[in-house]
């Protein structure tokens, strides 16, 4: 069973737009035990194959060098601040990342930095 060809040539930035293909781009990433591919992807980012660099599928960013506690999205967007995935993503779809079970994961890291208080209100609506 020779299989030449198994690899996906992924190049159009189309393909990264959606988050299952961003996610299994993380397959190999090196750092997936301090930062999960659901939450790189859910920030835009897919991996480049290189080191820890991934990349904005809209941007085209790259972010690397990543540390413990980072939160994928404010690398993103210290990276390209006027990002539009990211806009989209923090306007329209702030809903959709409250109702997520990985949400509290990434507030608390986003906490860690910002030095922000939560809100006991967020935590009520969340349960
Ligand atoms: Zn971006």
Known sequence: MARSSQDGEIEADDAWSSMPN???????????????????A?????????????????CHATVEDWNRGDAPLMRHQQASPS????????????SDLIRSPAYDEEAEAMEFQLHAPVQPEDLAAAG
């Open 22 to 40: 961003r996610v299994s781009s993380f397959q190999h990433f090196p750092r997936t035990e301090e930062f999960s591919a659901e939450r790189l």
């Open 42 to 58: 859910r920030a835009g980012f897919y991996f480049t194959g290189q080191a820890d660099r991934v990349r904005c599928f809209s």
């Open 83 to 94: 990002c539009k995935f990211l806009s989209c993503a923090h306007g329209l779809r702030a």
